[in-house]
């Protein structure tokens, strides 16, 4: 019994699994060939055929990498709308100016439409915790440059002072639900 | 400029007159093929890069030629240009976040 079990055991690691995977491998390989050839269709006539060299030769060098393959070539995919926009030429001047006009109007469209409820928001702050209304963040932006970002305060000015009781609360309630990763916490109370 | 295409050219400016071909550029960029291709593309159009293709025979390598990207003289110009004045913006802020282990109470 345990001689057969042996013989198919190994019969399964060294000769199926393997022809499974290289069935897996094949599959991603092939799908991800379709997956490159339906980008191709994206893109306007004149570049297509280039396109296609291209990608079969960088798709080439992924041919034993499974599902390597496929994710190169559905991120391709993804984004062939926009390398057919590449492709069409850079917008023109008169396209970024209409671009940035329509940027501008419709945010401050949509500003005055959100400021009853940034007002609103703003004052429920004010009057729930202590403390300023809004933060402020540097953040990394267009072309590096850092600007500062206004947010509205979701924490407390002082969240040490209430640490203790937190740690109490949130391990009370970790407890009653008997959830496994709560060990760091219920060491820290 | 964007940051992703910082990187393309930082790997392009590493060896500005040697031909790089699309999955090389994204292994030493470490950005997916969806956003190289559309970067090339980009930086093609606007003339700081140029593309050929491979010579080789396909038969004899057993793989078929690549489209091989590389930088033109002003595009290896601008990209320097735009480096230097991306790392003077960023560099007089730049903290870099400690390692896993290297952090001091």
């Known amino acids: 019994m345990r001689m057969i079990a042996t013989v198919l055991g190994t019969a399964f690691v060294f000769v199926i699994l393997p022809l499974v995977l290289q069935d897996a491998y094949n599959w991603c390989w092939h799908l991800a060939h379709k997956v490159m050839r339906r980008a191709a269709t994206c893109l ?11 990608w079969n030769a960088d798709l080439y060098q992924l041919r034993d990498r499974g599902l390597s393959a496929l994710i190169w070539a559905t991120g391709t995919l993804i984004h062939a709308p926009n390398l057919a926009r590449i492709e069409q030429g850079l917008p023109s001047f008169q396209y970024s100016v209409a671009k940035r006009a329509f940027d501008v109007m419709v945010a401050s469209l949509a500003l005055a439409l959100v400021a009853p409820v940034f ?7 004010r009057l729930t915790s202590p403390g300023p209304v809004l933060m402020r963040q540097v953040r990394i932006g267009r072309d590096g440059r850092s600007f500062r970002c206004l947010k509205f305060r979701t924490m407390r000015v002082d969240p040490s002072l209430h640490i203790d009781t937190l740690l109490v609360v949130l391990s009370v309630g970790f407890t009653s639900t008997s959830c496994h990763s709560c060990g760091m916490l219920c060491v820290a109370t | 400029m964007t940051l992703q295409t910082q990187a393309v050219l930082a790997v392009l400016l590493d060896h500005p007159s040697a031909d790089h071909y699309g999955l090389e550029i994204s292994k030493r960029a470490k950005l997916p093929s969806g956003t190289i291709y559309p970067i090339l593309a980009r930086l093609q159009k606007a003339g700081w890069v140029t593309s050929s293709w491979e010579e080789l025979d396909p038969q004899a390598e057993g ?4 489209r091989l990207y590389r930088l033109t003289q002003s595009g290896a110009e ?11 913006r960023i560099a007089p802020r730049w903290v870099p976040a400690p390692r896993l282990g290297e952090a001091k109470p």
């Not at chain 1, 007002?119 to 702050?125: E, N, P, T, V």
């Not at chain 2, 990209?79 to 004045?85: L, S």
């Open chain 2, 78 to 88: 601008r990209a320097r240009q735009a480096q230097a004045e991306t790392v003077s």
């Open chain 1, 44 to 54: 306007p006539e004149h570049v297509r055929g280039d396109r296609e060299r291209e």
């Open chain 2, 63 to 66: 793989r078929p030629a690549r």
């Open chain 1, 119 to 125: 007002g609103a928001i703003a004052l429920i702050i």
